[in-house]
């Protein structure tokens, strides 16, 4: 193997070094907040994939799981004056508690369709949970001048530190799918009755990717709320659940970087489309059915086929040269 | 009504306060509520114990039916029943055209099952915001079939909703004949409980497929319909139905028909009772709380085991 530095490497570090100088390169603060909201939704959508992609856990509610982190961490830092630090962590815990018991357990008796409805309406009551409890949450009306992450933080600053939670997360998740674990749980997707005959054992493997996923999402949550500074239920509605799912469709379902190629389409595509006003919504659903319907491997697909054309040129013209 | 009444309903927190009569007036509303709930979960129990997809746009099919009927009655000027007939029709043939265009390419495709789902969520939403489009935010209503109510005791009911009972009722027999005792019902059933068994019979799946997809998306939006005459409508309002069809369904059993009926029921009262004794903002952990307990005591359902 002498090909240690192909062309996506290149790409994927070309991009990375991009991001790291874009604040001093242009430098544009409205751009860097669409690149910030970026990173939320690619710690979000990746996370969905590993769920969904990875262990086949057909999961509708990851939208929930980052309102819990967020909320979580929110009512912490604002009505208790902990660390938004500390109170992220927090958040990712609280929400990892909440999904294992309340999906992830419930989950291991289910299978497919079964798994997608409880978690649908599980993120689905959150709302009315949240306008129910008004005093600590907010209700309808949302949380608002939540604490940024430390005193006088600016964009650059979080852009920074978010960009930084960004690439660990994404090489906790891409350390979760090589681990043992990962290839278990990609097992018993792929062929559960095999896969247990091996010794996988069905329900830890499962929890412990729920737990995971939503460790994650809760964590991209507290950084979400302590950057935007607000949450509200709204946050709960059809567009981000939408919006995640047409990123993780966008880039290829059960691909590692696939969730992040299509945060960067659906994330930036959003906000040009903010012109089509309505219309924007209808455009995110025809791109879903269009993509399932013509491209199902996404975004993923075609850089696989990319490196195919690459690899041929490659051989072309390497192959007069040794003979 | 007499003050004391009033006084008691607004103090519904407290189940000491409440009348027997509240207690009927919520059964009576429950039972119409669940008879309704019935009629929109026949559509997504039919094409899920045909084809084996989990309609995700199914509340978008019942407002589009219902809005459909809304079009020929208010611009068209048509009366009721020639409305509702020709919604009723044009639904048919778009569940034709979706299943053709869409649905049998994607069942084609190994992983068919998500590929479905996230496909008819997608649609679903794009459907939403082209009504939204088209007729904007605004609620509408369809007048109500009749006017004035009957008063039996302390209880009353509109006539209107005694005649959606009745509806509804007339429509489940209905269905329950067609899946019974016509040929392409009992092709349904036959390939509902076992798809190469009735293949080797010489039933044509492709075909009976497409036609259980029109059936259940008319008779969709025949219950957005009946929905719409009771409740008012946007085209945001399908996202409510569909969640409490899918809980209706599983509670009743995935796929099978009777279940669904059975479950309808139930639930609207038990959506009464909550309203009442815990007040309406409670409704959906209510929903989400007997959905947990039904999946984790009896996931197969109350009619559990049987197909449509």
């Known amino acids: 193997m002498r090909k240690h530095l192909t062309w996506k490497k290149i790409a994927v570090l070309a991009s990375l070094i991009f991001i790291a100088l874009y604040p001093f390169l242009h430098g544009n603060s409205y751009v860097m907040h669409i690149f910030v909201l970026f990173f939320i939704w690619a710690i979000v959508a990746s996370n969905w994939n590993l769920l969904m992609g990875y262990a086949g856990i057909f999961s509708l509610g990851n939208i929930g799981f980052l309102a819990i982190g967020g909320y979580t961490s929110g009512i912490l830092a604002k009505s208790f004056g902990i660390s938004p630090w500390i109170c992220i962590l927090l958040g990712g815990l609280g929400s990892m508690v909440a999904v294992t018991l309340f999906l992830g357990f419930p989950a291991l008796r289910l299978s497919g369709i079964y798994i997608a409805l409880l978690s649908l309406i599980f993120a689905d009551s959150l709302p009315s949970i949240l306008t129910q409890t008004r005093k600590i949450t907010g209700g309808s009306m949302g949380l608002h001048d939540i604490p940024p992450l430390f005193p006088g933080m600016e964009r650059i600053h979080a852009y920074y530190i978010i960009f930084a939670a960004f690439l660990v997360i994404l090489f906790v998740i891409y350390r979760i799918i090589h681990s043992s674990s990962g290839l278990a749980f990609m097992a018993l997707r792929d062929s559960q009755d095999f896969a247990t005959s091996l010794g996988v054992s069905e329900y830890k493997e499962k929890l412990k990717v729920f737990a995971w996923s939503a460790f994650l999402t809760g964590i991209a949550g507290g950084f979400y709320v302590h950057y935007l500074g607000d949450i509200s239920p709204t946050t709960l509605a059809i567009e981000p659940f939408l919006l995640a799912i047409a990123m993780m469709e966008m880039g290829g379902i059960g691909r590692f970087p696939g969730a992040v190629l299509g945060a960067v389409i659906i994330v930036f595509g959003n906000e040009f489309l903010r012109l089509a006003g309505i219309l924007r919504l209808a455009l995110l659903g025809a791109v879903i059915c269009l993509i399932i319907l013509f491209f199902p491997g996404g975004l993923m697909q075609l850089v696989d086929w990319l490196d195919l054309k690459i690899a041929r040129i490659r051989q072309r013209r390497s192959a007069p040269a040794t003979s | ?308």
């Open chain 2, 1 to 308: 009504m007499p003050p004391s009444a009033s006084s008691s309903r607004r103090a519904g927190i407290l189940p000491g306060r409440l009348t027997i009569r509240d207690l009927i007036n919520a059964l009576v509303s429950g039972f119409i509520s669940g008879a309704l709930y019935a009629s929109m979960a026949l559509g997504l129990t039919i094409i899920y114990g045909v084809i084996h997809v989990f309609n995700f746009g199914h509340g978008i099919v019942a407002v589009l039916g219902a809005y459909g009927a809304w079009l020929f009655l208010t611009s068209l000027g048509l009366g009721m029943i020639p409305s509702i007939l020709i919604s009723c029709v044009a639904m048919f043939f778009f569940g034709l055209l979706i299943y053709k265009a869409t649905i049998h390419p994607l069942l084609q495709k190994p992983n068919w099952e998500f590929s479905t789902i996230i496909f008819l969520l997608g649609f679903g939403i794009f459907l939403e915001n082209m009504l939204l489009q088209a007729f904007g935010p605004r609620v509408k209503s369809i007048p109500p079939f009749f006017e004035g109510a009957i008063e039996i005791a302390f209880v009353r009911i509109n006539w209107h909703e005694v005649s959606l009972v009745l509806i509804v009722i007339a429509f489940v027999v209905a269905l329950h004949f067609f899946l019974k005792k016509t040929w392409i019902g009992q092709a349904m059933r036959a390939v509902a409980q076992e798809m190469d068994g009735a293949r080797v019979v010489g039933i044509n799946i492709n075909r009976t497929f497409s036609l259980a997809f029109a059936v259940a998306i008319a008779a969709t939006g025949f219950s957005g319909i009946l929905l719409g005459t009771k409740y008012y409508m946007t085209p945001h309002i399908g996202w409510d139905w569909m969640v409490k069809g899918f809980v209706i369904v599983v509670f009743g059993g995935l796929g099978s028909a009777t279940g669904a009926v059975y479950g309808a029921f139930i639930l609207g009262i038990a959506e009464a009772m909550a309203t009442l004794y815990l007040g309406a903002l409670w409704v959906w952990p209510v929903w989400f709380f007997i959905f947990v307990i039904i999946l984790l005591l009896r996931p197969q359902g109350i009619a559990g085991g049987r197909t449509l």
